[in-house]
């Protein structure tokens, strides 16, 4: 494997340099619809470009799947960089401070390093495969909650949601039986504040790979528990997950969801 340490920097620089393209764009950027309340603008392209550039300059071969530039076929490269240049768009485009940039390598499918950076708080969430999570410089850890009634609870929500969907479905089964459920338009602050104790569990059925990857290896090393939305084991390309702070909530929140 590459050093790990260098995968993990090469991160760090790239999710810096597209936060940067963010707050640039701020005041300026435009924005149009993917699709039915799906959101992309001007500061998401720039800041994909900058990640882009950063990442060529050092790996030149790898491959990249990057959300303004979707090619599933790109995670079949040896390493494939995976990228979500903002996440929490409708947030950005609202001026709502909870948006993210996500940086992640995989190698042959699994995710080896990762950053997920908040441009206005300047909060750096890492993490490189056996090595553990940090913010910062200081290393984090998940909660230590075990039972769903004491615990505060993240989910993500696809851009069509509608009443009778089963991702309406699922919040309802949870949300009366733990203290409180958020939902912050950024599955990959969700994931982070999973890794370092701020939350105690997060779902999400209907995401990509951009939004997960750097979050979903935050949480592993930082103690917790990783698996799929239906209770398999999490698989990068597939889009779904649910992690928890101990073996017991995830049980809990999982037999819910399903």
Known sequence: MLELAKLLD??????RLGAEQLL?????FTAREKSAR??????DMASQEAIYKAIRAVYPDHGFLGEESPDPSQLDQPYCWVVDPLDGTTNYVHGFPCYSVSVAVAKAGQVVAGVVFDPLSKACFKAALGQGSWLGDERISVSSAIHLKDSLVAVSFPPDIHSESPD???????SPLCQAVRRTGSAALNLSYVACGWLDAHWAASVHSWDSAAGVLLVAEAGGVVGSFAGGDYKLAEGHYCVASSPELYAQVQGLLN
Do not use: Y
């Open 38 to 43: 799906d959101l992309v603008t001007d500061a």
């Open 168 to 174: 309406m479905q699922a919040f309802l089964r949870v």
């Open 24 to 28: 640039l764009w701020r005041d300026r």
């Open 10 to 15: 090469t991160c760090e620089v790239a999710a």
